[in-house]
T-cell receptor
Framework: NAGVTQTPKFQVLKTGQSMTLQCAQDMNHNSMYWYRQDPGMGLRLIYYSASEGTTDKGEVPNGYNVSRLNKREFSLRLESAAPSQTSVYFC????????????FGPGTRLTVL | SQKIEQNSEALNIQEGKTATLTCNYTNYSPAYLQWYRQDPGRGPVFLLLIRENEKEKRKERLKVTFDTTLKQSLFHITASQPADSATYLC?????????????FGKGTKLSVKP
């Protein structure tokens, strides 16, 4: 089992370009998350999806959109990238229940010039 | 305002000693608190969870305590090894918060010297 996979691993964009970060999990989990991690800021939640067909904003959703394509896949889209979106992006999943750990993907390192 | 703080950005210790990392929170009522390990260039990996009604949890060389009066969790690694060098993150879920949603601290980078 691959667990949580993310593509691409690295990406460089110019300001104003768009792109989609892909996340897939084979753990049969209901909940999926997108975080960004910046030096000195820690992990911050962008969007999450508690189940297939639902999405909700997290702490820092501005400039992003998400799609929960099916139970396995949760994508994050930057419509018009800005230098402030330079970051490392992590996807995570967790199963249903009150006390469950989150399983993280390997991350996507995005640079916006 | 609500905060979760890990007091040290970095902690350097000698191999064999006990490393103690601190996580404090304000204006939250956590349902539970979790600790994660993150290696450079990798995603965080879950280590331990402690519930609001638990005082202490152990797993091999790891021990976590939770004091809801002090609003603090301590994470201990006994007999530390250079392989324990990593960044350690604490995370809490608010009582009444959306299921699975965690608030993360900024992390403490632990370096264990041989």
């Amino acid at each position: 089992n691959a667990g949580v996979t993310q593509t691409p691993k690295f990406q460089v964009l110019k300001t104003g370009q768009s792109m989609t970060l892909q996340c897939a999990q084979d753990m049969n989990h209901n909940s999926m998350y997108w975080y960004r991690q910046d030096p000195g800021m820690g992990l911050r939640l962008i969007y999450y999806s508690a189940s297939e067909g639902t999405t909700d904003k997290g702490e820092v959703p501005n400039g992003y959109n998400v799609s929960r394509l099916n139970k396995r896949e949760f994508s994050l889209r930057l419509e018009s990238a800005a230098p402030s979106q330079t970051s490392v992006y992590f996807c995570a999943t967790t199963s249903s229940g009150d006390y469950n750990e989150q399983f993280f993907g390997p991350g996507t390192r995005l640079t916006v010039l | 305002s609500q905060k979760i703080e890990q007091n040290s950005e970095a902690l350097n210790i000698q191999e064999g000693k006990t490393a103690t990392l601190t996580c404090n929170y304000t204006n939250y009522s956590p349902a539970y608190l979790q600790w994660y390990r993150q290696d450079p260039g990798r995603g965080p990996v879950f280590l331990l969870l402690i519930r609001e009604n638990e005082k202490e949890k152990r797993k091999e060389r790891l021990k976590v305590t939770f004091d809801t009066t002090l609003k603090q969790s301590l994470f201990h690694i006994t007999a530390s090894q250079p392989a324990d060098s990593a960044t350690y993150l604490c995370a809490l879920r608010k009582v009444g918060g959306s299921q699975g949603n965690l608030i993360f601290g900024k992390g403490t980078k632990l370096s264990v010297k041989p």
